[in-house]
């Protein structure tokens, strides 16, 4: 089993920047890639970015590649988003996951607790 807690969710103004921290334990070894994914009201949960956990190679949605950045840092088992340019369709709560096939939120065998992001204009 593994388990994920995000942080760094928050009330942020449009433009602005926020992290989020997705801490692992568990059978961490096990882990192959790593997601976030986020869902709106009223919205189905979408693919945001993943990472490699061995390679660092990355994949993004097209709604936030160029603002987003996901990171992992293995020695701490944790994995970030950067997110910049904040804009008020970026306002959901954000999940981690684990153990996936990239995109496809079905596939990931882990998630966290998600994390609130919400962007005023």
């Known amino acids: 089993q593994v388990q994920l807690v995000e942080s760094g969710g928050g009330l942020v103004q449009a433009g602005g920047s926020l992290r989020l921290s997705c801490a692992a334990s568990g059978r961490t070894l096990s882990i192959k890639v790593m997601g976030w994914f986020r869902q709106a009201p009223g919205k189905e949960r979408e693919f945001v970015a993943a990472?490699?956990?061995?390679?660092?190679?990355?994949i993004y949605s097209d709604s936030v590649k160029g603002r987003f950045t996901i990171s992992r840092d293995n020695a701490e088992n944790t994995v970030y988003l950067q997110m910049n340019s904040l804009n008020r369709e970026d306002t959901a709560v954000y999940y981690c996951?684990?153990?996936?096939?990239?995109?496809?939120?079905?596939?990931?065998?882990?998630w966290g607790q998600g994390t609130q992001v919400t962007v005023s204009s």
């Open positions: 990472i490699s956990w061995n390679s660092g190679s990355t």
């Open positions: 996951a684990a153990d996936g096939k990239a995109t496809r939120p079905k596939t990931y065998d882990y």
